[in-house]
C-alpha cells in the first residue's frame, strides 16, 4: 500500500512512502499486551551538498564508493509511528595502499540515537509537561532508555554548568526557599540509601545524592552557600517528604497531591513531624 505522505525534514527528497501493520508489546515478558498498530516508511535520498574532502591518514582525496541506507525514528502521526530510511553517500580513499572510508552526515540526525530532531524536541516537549517515561515512550514508539536518555540531557541543559575542561557543575537554586525538607529513602530494594533535599512550598529539588549520612548536608551547604541556608526559616525532616518526591515524580495527579497534603497535615498535628527552625548560629555551628 503506497500513499503520498511529506517528512517535513530539511535537506531531505522523499521518493516513496508505505505503511504496514506492526506488533508492538507496550507491557513486560510476563504480563505482555500486544498492540497492533500502523508503521509509516519514509523513503529518500540526503540532498545536502558535501564539499571535496582529504583522507585524514594520507592526505589523497576521497571519492565516491557508492551509498549506506540508514532508519531513523520520526514523529508520530496520531496513534501511528513513522520511519525514515534515508540513503547518504560514502566515500573512500582514493590511493591503493590506504582502507579509509566514512559516510556523509545526516543533518537532521539527533546527536547520539537513531531519531530524528523533530522526534528528539517533541520526547522533550512531552517531558517537559509532565508526563512519565513509560507515558513518552508509549505515544512516541521509543524505547524508554532513550527517553531517559533524552530527559537526562534535558535536565543537564537546564540544571548544569560545563566548564572549559569539561567538568560537571550543579547551578545554585534560582530562588531563595524559605522551607526546605530533608529526607532518606532507599534505592532498589536494597541496603543503599540516597538522600533528596527539595523546596516543600514549590516542590523543587534542590539536592539528590546517594548516601544518608552528614556528609550529604555538608555538601548541600557548601553548594548553596551560608548565607542561603541562613536565609531559610525552617528545616522539615521527615519520611513524608520521601512520599512528596514519589508523588511527584510518579503520579503528578490532583488526587495524588490531595493524598500528600492530608497525610501531611495528619502527621503535622499528630506530632510525627519536626520542624526546627534554622538560624544562623545553627548553621554554623554544624
Partial sequence: MFISLPSGL???KQTQCRIQRVN???????????????????????????????????????????????TLRHIPLGDSYSLVEADRPRFRCSSQGCDYSEVGCIPFKAQGHLIT???????????????????????????KCVVKDIYKARLEGLYVTVDKDGKKTLIKPEQQARFIGKDEFKLHDGHKY????????SGCILWLQTGKKKQVVYDFIEHVDLEWM??????????????????YICYKDSRSLFTYI??????????CVTILEADEEEITGA
Fill in 262 to 271: 492530608s497525610l501531611f497535615f495528619i502527621a503535622l498535628f499528630a506530632g
Fill in 117 to 143: 530532531e523533530p522526534l528528539r524536541q517533541y520526547t522533550e516537549s512531552l517531558l517537559a509537561y509532565g508526563m512519565t517515561l513509560k507515558e513518552v515512550a508509549h505515544i512516541t514508539g521509543l524505547h
Fill in 24 to 70: 508492538r508489546n507496550d507491557g513486560t515478558k510476563v504480563n505482555p499486551l500486544v498492540r497492533r498498530h500502523d508503521e509509516y516508511e519514509l523513503y529518500g535520498v540526503c540532498t545536502q551538498k558535501y564539499e571535496p574532502k582529504v583522507c585524514p591518514r594520507c592526505g589523497a582525496p576521497l571519492h565516491r564508493n557508492g551509498s549506506i541506507t540508514t
Fill in 10 to 12: 530539511d535537506c531531505f
Fill in 194 to 201: 540516597a538522600t533528596v533535599i527539595l523546596d516543600m512550598e
Fill in 230 to 247: 541562613c536565609a531559610c526559616n525552617y528545616l522539615v525532616t521527615t519520611f513524608f517528604v520521601a512520599l512528596t518526591l514519589y508523588l
